[in-house]
């Protein structure tokens, strides 16, 4: 078992939910920023939300106001619920955890990979109708 595991991938139609949850490891539970990655075929990794450990968010341009990343302590899981999606959101979507605070993650990195040293295996998500 890895200090993330992601699940609830599958496929939905344009315009339809999904949920993915990702369960962390006691390891990764006191770090400070916790995210959601994806890549599609032929492109390269992209964050695509982040939540920090003050509950405060963040986005991509593409998913704000159609995707939510929230945390739960409790029981150890952060999730990504995604609304309204479209077929450009297909993609292995990979949680990550990160040892410093995101803040305006995408401002500060254009969205690309920064270190986050703990990652999950990731589950594919295919949007079609």
């Known amino acids: 078992q890895g200090e993330l595991v992601e699940s609830g991938g599958g496929s939905a139609e344009p315009g339809g939910s999904l949920s993915l949850p990702c369960v962390f490891s006691?390891?990764?539970?006191?770090?400070?920023?916790m995210s959601w990655f994806r890549q599609a075929p032929g492109k390269e990794r992209e964050a695509v939300a982040a939540?920090?450990?003050?509950?405060?968010?963040n986005y991509a341009e593409s998913v704000k106001g159609r995707f939510t990343i929230s945390q739960d302590n409790v029981k150890k899981t952060v999730y990504l619920q995604m609304k309204h999606m479209k077929a450009e959101d297909t993609a292995v979507y990979s949680c990550?955890?990160?040892?410093?605070?995101?803040?305006?993650?995408?401002?500060?990195?254009?969205?690309?990979?920064?270190?986050?040293?703990?990652w999950g295996q990731g589950t594919q998500v295919a949007v079609f109708s």
């Open positions: 990550a955890a990160r040892g410093r605070e995101c803040g305006d993650y995408f401002a500060a990195t254009g969205g690309v990979v920064q270190d986050h040293g703990y």
């Open positions: 006691e390891a990764v539970y006191n770090l400070y920023c």
């Open positions: 939540i920090d450990i003050d509950g405060s968010t």
